[in-house]
């Protein structure tokens, strides 16, 4: 359970976070440059869009600039939990193997960590 204020002192939420903000920003970019591109089309070519107020207009080009950030952050998101993720099951998978290395060496099997041949092997290999 956390406490109150932990979340200053999580180095993994904290980048998750910074992640999202990441792609929060390059999606409201993104999406911003097309709305206004957009825009600019509707405005030369629709006289209906033409006779909107300019609050209206406003409003169309950051709802653009919204949706793409949150598209974006989660796009980033999923990644990020995909990488952290891999990560975890890399370290994971690293550990158990350790030990199943050690375990042989203490047993005194031959041929685990380099050392000595295995029986039946060529020792060229």
Known sequence: ???????TKDEET???????ARGAVTGAAKWGIFAAVAGGC???????YR???VQFKVYLQMSGMIVGSMIEADK??????????HQKRMARDMEVWRRYEQDFEEAGTPGVGGEGN????????
Not at 1 to 7: A, D, E, I, K, T
Not at 14 to 20: G, I, L, T
Not at 118 to 125: F, H, W
Request: glycine residues 8%.
């Open 1 to 7: 359970m956390r406490r109150h204020g932990s979340l």
């Open 14 to 20: 904290n980048e998750a976070a910074w992640e999202a």
């Open 42 to 48: 509707a405005y030369a070519f629709s006289p209906v």
């Open 51 to 53: 006779g909107l107020t």
């Open 76 to 85: 980033r998101m999923i990644a990020y939990e995909h990488r952290v993720r």
């Open 118 to 125: 295995v029986k039946g092997r060529d020792p060229e290999i």
